[in-house]
């Protein structure tokens, strides 16, 4: 049988027909454009603190006033984004690098190897994802890098058990069998053959993973565990405005803060829907 394929072009057309992760995605990179670009262009400061009162009103000059130290909140909502998405981003090519050769090796060579990596995979999540992140955080020092490497490490069972199902599904099929019986290395049959035709579902995941770890990073920013101040991230933009006072009579303290979040969160979900579908190959156009 002749093994069928999604082509590149056929899963773009599928994903610019889904309206709302086409939507996203413009969204999402006009977002990342900004984080980028308008630092340097605007010269924007988000550490030097005395620039006004705590939690001034906007102005013209501060278009979104100062926090609580009295920094530029605007610079600080746009160097948070910034510190948002690497961690989201990074944090996830962790749990990839880590749990998609595992996962591989697991589901192809099966037997003990097998038990053993699923096994590791089990201790890891049976751990309380939040409050075990929060005990090696308060260990290692709360930072963007140790969020980053912890949340990374921590994460990879899913990518693992995912991945294995489809190399499991997938290892037994006749091109794969063919690839065998001439002789192709295990590498090569894993890398040419498996792996293109197990992605997909992996691609799906990330992305979902992405919007994840960008809402753990702000929980744990907001209890005071993650990005410390004078660094900013959405997270502690929150948390720098916990007070009553300060949640009823200063929006323009956070609520841009949590406005980026929904924003972002949303935008990476519509896309994952609109790949999954997208990579679905009983999908019509």
Same mark, same amino acid.
């Given at each position: 049988?002749?093994?069928?394929?999604?082509?590149?072009?056929?899963?773009?057309?599928?994903?610019?027909?889904?309206?709302?992760?086409?939507?996203?995605?413009?969204?999402?990179?006009?977002?990342?454009?900004?984080?980028?670009?308008?630092?340097?262009?605007?010269?924007?400061?988000?550490?030097?603190?005395?620039?006004?009162?705590?939690?001034?009103?906007?102005?013209?000059?501060?278009?979104?006033?100062?926090?609580?130290?009295?920094?530029?909140?605007?610079?600080?909502?746009?160097?948070?984004?910034?510190?948002?998405?690497? $961690?989201?981003?990074?944090?996830?090519?962790?749990?990839?690098?880590?749990?998609?050769?595992?996962?591989?090796?697991?589901?192809?060579?099966?037997?003990?190897?097998?038990?053993?990596?699923?096994?590791?995979?089990?201790?890891?999540?049976?751990?309380?994802?939040?409050?075990?992140?929060?005990?090696?955080?308060?260990?290692?020092?709360?930072?963007?890098?140790?969020?980053?490497?912890?949340?990374?490490?921590?994460?990879?069972?899913?990518?693992?058990?995912?991945?294995?199902?489809?190399?499991?599904?997938?290892?037994?099929?006749?091109? $794969?069998?063919?690839?065998?019986?001439?002789?192709?290395?295990?590498?090569?049959?894993?890398?040419?053959?498996?792996?293109?035709?197990?992605?997909?579902?992996?691609?799906?995941?990330?992305?979902?993973?992405?919007?994840?770890?960008?809402?753990?990073?702000?929980?744990?920013?907001?209890?005071?565990?993650?990005?410390?101040?004078?660094?900013?991230?959405?997270?502690?933009?929150?948390?720098?405005?916990?007070?009553?006072?300060?949640?009823?009579?200063?929006?323009?303290?956070?609520?841009?803060?949590?406005?980026?979040?929904?924003?972002?969160?949303?935008?990476?979900?519509?896309?994952?829907?609109?790949?999954?579908?997208?990579?679905?190959?009983?999908?019509?156009?």
């Amino acid at each position: 049988m002749e093994k069928k394929k999604t082509n590149g072009s056929t899963v773009i057309k599928r994903f610019i027909h889904h309206r709302l992760a086409l939507i996203g995605f413009v969204v999402l990179c006009i977002l990342i454009l900004c984080v980028v670009f308008l630092p340097p262009l605007l010269h924007l400061d988000p550490f030097t603190t005395g620039q006004g009162l705590p939690f001034s009103a906007p102005t013209n000059e501060l278009p979104l006033g100062v926090d609580n130290a009295g920094r530029d909140s605007f610079a600080r909502l746009v160097y948070g984004g910034r510190v948002s998405l690497l $961690v989201g981003i990074l944090s996830t090519a962790i749990s990839l690098l880590i749990g998609v050769p595992l996962g591989t090796i697991a589901a192809y060579y099966g037997g003990w190897i097998d038990v053993l990596i699923m096994r590791v995979a089990d201790i890891f999540i049976s751990f309380p994802s939040t409050i075990f992140i929060l005990v090696l955080v308060s260990v290692l020092g709360p930072s963007m890098w140790t969020l980053i490497v912890v949340m990374g490490v921590l994460s990879w069972p899913e990518f693992a058990r995912l991945i294995r199902g489809s190399v499991m599904s997938i290892r037994k099929k006749e091109y $794969v069998e063919s690839a065998r019986a001439i002789g192709s290395r295990d590498i090569r049959v894993i890398l040419r053959y498996i792996l293109p035709n197990a992605v997909g579902p992996i691609i799906v995941a990330a992305t979902f993973r992405v919007a994840g770890a960008i809402l753990q990073e702000s929980s744990l920013s907001f209890l005071g565990m993650g990005v410390q101040a004078p660094a900013a991230s959405w997270g502690n933009i929150l948390n720098g405005a916990q007070s009553i006072t300060v949640l009823t009579t200063c929006p323009w303290a956070w609520v841009p803060a949590g406005v980026m979040l929904i924003i972002t969160i949303c935008c990476i979900n519509f896309i994952g829907d609109g790949l999954r579908d997208a990579l679905d190959p009983r999908t019509r156009i």
